[in-house]
T-cell receptor
Framework: DTEVTQTPKHLVMGMTNKKSLKCEQH?????MYWYKQKAKKPPELMFV???????INESVPSRFSPECPNSSLLNLHLHALQPEDSALYLC????????????????FGDGTRLSIL | AQKITQTQPGMFVQEKEAVTLDCTYD???????LFWYKQPSSGEMIFLIY??????QNATEGRYSLNFQKARKSANLVISASQLGDSAMYFC??????????????FGGGTRLMVKP
C-alpha cells in the first residue's frame, strides 16, 4: 500500500461529463503534484502545489482544473475532456521549500486510469 | 536536447543474475539529484534509490546500487540477484537545484526490464 492514496482507481467518462480525481497524503508533505502518463511513456508534469498554492502550471489546458483544499488533499477537476486525455494520472507528494538540501523523493500514488469515450 | 537519456527501451535478464540499466543526464547546474523509480504494470511509481551530485560514494539500497560517474554524467542502476518481481519499467529522473519549486523532476524515457525464470 502506498502512502499517497488516489481515487478512483479507474474512471470512464464521456466528453461532456464533469468528474474529479482525488489525492490524499498524510506524510506532512507540503508539495503535491499531478502528472499525466501515456502508455510506455514517462510521466509528464502538469501542476505543482507548494504550501497549498499553485506554483507551476505546465501549460495544461483549462479543461483540467487543480485544487488544493488543504495540505493533505489535492483534486483534479475534469470537464469537457478529449479522447487524447485518456491516460494514467499520477499524484505525488514531497517535502517542499528546501532548495536542494533535501534528498527526499517524491512519493507517488497508484494513479487513476482515465478513459474518455 | 533531452536532459535524461535511457538508451535501453527493453532488456532481458536471467533470474538471479545482475543487470545494469543505463542513464545519462545533462545539466549545467552544480547541484542536482538523481533518482530511480520502478513502475510495475499496476502503475505505482516506487522510489528505489537516490544519488546527490555532491555525494562522494555510490548509493546503495539493498539489491540496488547506483554506478555514479559524474565526469561522464551517468548514473546507472545495478540490480543484483534479479527476481521475477523486478520485471517492470524503470525510470531515471533528475532534480536540478536552480528550478526547484517543490523538487521538480525530469524523467528519462524508461527501460522495460523483463526477468526470465
Amino acid at each position: 500500500d502506498t502512502e499517497v492514496t488516489q481515487t478512483p482507481k479507474h474512471l470512464v467518462m464521456g466528453m461532456t461529463n464533469k468528474k474529479s480525481l482525488k489525492c490524499e497524503q498524510h506524510m506532512g508533505h507540503r508539495a503535491m503534484y499531478w502528472y499525466k502518463q501515456k502508455a510506455k511513456k514517462p510521466p509528464e508534469l502538469m501542476f505543482v502545489y507548494s504550501y497549498e498554492k499553485l506554483s507551476i502550471n505546465e501549460s495544461v489546458p483549462s479543461r483540467f482544473s487543480p485544487e488544493c483544499p488543504n495540505s493533505s488533499l489535492l483534486n483534479l477537476h475534469l470537464h469537457a475532456l478529449q479522447p487524447e486525455d485518456s491516460a494514467l494520472y499520477l499524484c505525488a507528494s514531497s517535502q517542499a521549500g528546501h532548495r536542494f538540501e533535501s534528498n527526499q523523493p517524491q512519493h507517488f500514488g497508484d494513479g487513476t486510469r482515465l478513459s474518455i469515450l | 536536447a533531452q536532459k535524461i537519456t535511457q538508451t535501453q527501451p527493453g532488456m532481458f535478464v536471467q533470474e538471479k543474475e545482475a543487470v545494469t540499466l543505463d542513464c545519462t543526464y545533462d545539466t549545467s547546474d552544480p547541484s542536482y539529484g538523481l533518482f530511480w523509480y520502478k513502475q510495475p504494470s499496476s502503475g505505482e511509481m516506487i522510489f528505489l534509490i537516490y544519488q546527490g551530485s555532491y555525494d562522494q560514494q555510490n548509493a546503495t539500497e539493498g539489491r540496488y546500487s547506483l554506478n555514479f560517474q559524474k565526469a561522464r554524467k551517468s548514473a546507472n542502476l545495478v540490480i543484483s540477484a534479479s527476481q521475477l518481481g523486478d520485471s517492470a519499467m524503470y525510470f531515471c529522473a533528475m532534480r536540478e537545484g536552480a528550478r526547484n519549486a517543490g523538487n521538480m523532476l525530469t524523467f528519462g524515457g524508461g527501460t522495460r526490464l523483463m526477468v526470465k525464470p
